[in-house]
């Protein structure tokens, strides 16, 4: 028997033809619904209009602009760097921490040597101002793009700052956000950190960037606003005054929303919000599980202010952030006061200070390969140790020295850990220091012999970011390839699983350190799984010890089950929030 069919050709004829039912690929089954999916990066909800920066200036119309005497150029060049660092240096003043440090990076960037001497060199050969500021920029612009990672992130920061140079020069506006009357939510391909860094969390509520990833200037000023926030999703073409809602714990954002339901989620968020400020910690289950809840810092600042959180500690110092910009190799006592000022900000808590993680999206002059082809998978983390032993010994020493001064006992982890006689290594070193040895799991071939790993190390933390990547073969930065490095992946799930595992056998701590932590829903999965420690961002600590609180031992363990078994993120997601009542 065969089964009648819709339509064929043969049986149908010009404009009477029923068409074949072909089912709507996901993403645009999405857009025709009004609901547009991307990578979540801050949780929460929000309501409100559309606003848009303002268009950008036209930077490929001053390229005809005639040039006049080099000299007059010049200074108007000169003029317009210091109106426009002046304006950004202020804001770098009304604002703290991260905000203003990114600000800081942009009035550098402004006054940049080699960007003035590349500008001079396009006036002298005949060019306006306003060309050779365009010229310069795209010239450095492809050099960083080359050079990938981190590196290609910044071409955002350096094209922004061509576009307030260039209305400088031209006596326009300046490009950007203007501060709207009302709660709105701001839109943008990509938001330039001059203007995220000033945003007021009252009038902008939320975040959508069609590009961008979890670790862009977009993320990390929602994460420090605190406002919900999804990146890589299609926003290009919603108009400005839309009403929509950006669902920032399940990366949606939904176009003129149910009233009552934008009601019922806002409310509900709202009720979080404030259990979430109420939270004062130590990190458990509702049924008492003692799980740790630490935060991620880079420096004596960011740790200081991490202190005055209800943060048990440390899960993650990045050492590197720290020395990122730098040539040389900073000396032992340099780096021992940095490590001691962390050490310090945290008095007796635990406090696991990770060495170098140099190469691939963080490449450093001092310690990492030029040129390398493939970077990620190339010469980076603990790998440098095998090319110069003494970078990281040194860098031990320094730990050790710090331990010393502060009279505390860090743990030391080394990242990018791929076989069981590295980790092996590493602990020796630690141990002559009488440093408390633990490693990172970011490798799947570390997961699988995590049993091994615990033969020499103490501690063991699973860097999810990485992980994500190395099990999908997805590179982390790409906006594209989001779902696959979401840590949702139920093949990742499994990595942790057989990690958390091995931990348990021996009753030695296995933790979570990168981003998956610093989600409320998937921090409960983790915890189903069997981590015994949470770390990340200062900014997620409170939601996240709040949604462990409000859960049984039993229920975190129902969701890894049913998140374990999804076919993908997305229903491992669903799944979960189902199995947890949320
Ligand atoms: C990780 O990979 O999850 C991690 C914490 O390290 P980083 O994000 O610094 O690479
Ligand atoms: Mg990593």
């Known amino acids: 028997m065969t089964e009648p069919t819709t339509s064929s050709p043969s049986t149908t004829t010009g404009a009477s033809a ?79 921490g991260v905000v203003a440090e990114v600000l800081v990076a942009q009035v550098g960037l402004v006054g940049d040597k080699g960007l003035r001497k590349a500008v001079e060199k396009a006036v002298r050969g005949g060019a306006s101002a306003e060309a050779a500021t365009v010229t310069a920029v795209d010239q450095f612009a492809a050099m960083l793009e080359k050079l990938g990672g981190l590196m290609a992130e910044r071409v955002t920061d350096l094209r922004d700052l061509c576009g307030r140079l260039v209305a400088e020069l031209r006596g326009l506006p300046e490009p950007g956000i203007t501060i709207p009357p009302e709660p709105s939510v701001l839109l943008a391909p990509d938001l330039a950190p001059a203007d995220t860094a000033t945003l007021d969390p009252t009038r902008v509520v939320a975040l959508a960037t069609s590009l961008g990833g979890p670790t862009s200037h977009t993320a990390i000023i929602a994460r420090q606003l605190g406002i919900p926030c999804v990146v890589a999703v299609p926003v290009d073409d919603i108009p400005v005054g839309t009403q929509v809602l950006v669902n920032g714990t399940a990366g949606e954002v939904l176009l003129h929303p149910d009233p009552q339901e934008v009601e019922r989620l806002v409310t509900a968020d709202r009720s979080e919000r404030a259990a979430a400020e109420a939270w004062r910690g130590p990190g458990q289950t509702a049924d008492g599980r003692r799980v740790a809840i630490y935060a991620n810092v880079q420096d004596g600042p960011t740790a200081r202010l991490a202190a005055a959180e209800p943060s048990e500690g440390v899960g993650l110092f990045r050492s590197e952030l720290a020395f990122l910009g730098r040539d040389t190799e900073p000396s032992v006592e340099e780096q021992a006061r940095l490590y001691a000022d962390v050490l310090d900000a945290f008095g007796g808590r635990r406090v696991v200070i990770r060495t170098l993680d140099a190469g691939s999206d963080k490449p450093m002059k001092f310690a990492t390969l030029p040129n390398e082809e493939n970077p990620a998978l190339g010469v980076r983390g603990l790998r440098l140790a095998s090319r110069n032993p003494g970078l990281l010994s040194r860098q031990l020493d320094a730990i050790a020295q710090a331990a010393a001064e502060t009279s505390t006992t860090p743990w030391v982890m080394a990242p990018m850990v791929a076989t069981v006689s590295e980790a092996e290594a590493f602990a020796a070193l630690c141990r002559t220091r009488s440093l408390v040895p633990g490693v990172m799991i970011e490798i799947p071939s570390a997961a699988l012999l995590a049993h091994r790993l615990l033969e020499h190390v103490d501690f063991l933390s699973i860097g999810t970011n990485d992980l994500s990547q190395y099990t999908m073969a997805a590179d982390r930065l790409s906006a594209d390839l989001a779902s696959l490095t979401d840590t949702w992946q139920p093949a990742v799930l499994h990595l942790v699983a057989i990690t958390a595992a091995a931990g348990r056998a021996v009753g030695k701590p296995v933790g979570v350190c990168g981003e998956a932590a610093a989600d409320p829903l998937l921090a409960c999965v983790l915890v189903g799984l069997g981590v015994t420690s949470l770390s990340m961002a200062v900014s997620a600590l409170r939601r996240v010890g709040t949604s462990i609180g409000s859960v049984s031992v039993a229920q975190c363990e129902q969701a890894a089950e049913v998140a374990l078994a999804a076919p993908d993120p997305a229903a491992a997601r669903a799944a979960a929030a189902e199995a947890l009542g949320r």
Do not use: M, N, Q
Request: charged share 20%; hydrophobic share 45%; net charge positive.
């Open 18 to 96: 029923v068409p074949p039912a072909v089912p709507l690929p996901g993403s645009l089954r999405d857009v025709l619904s009004g609901r547009r999916t991307g990578t979540p990066v801050v949780g929460g909800i929000a309501f409100g209009p559309v606003i848009r920066p303002a268009p950008p200036v036209d930077l490929a119309g001053v390229l005809t602009l005639p040039g006049g005497e080099p000299e007059h150029e010049i200074a108007r060049y000169a003029a317009a760097v210091d109106a426009v660092s002046a304006r950004l240096r202020a804001r770098a003043e009304a604002a703290s």
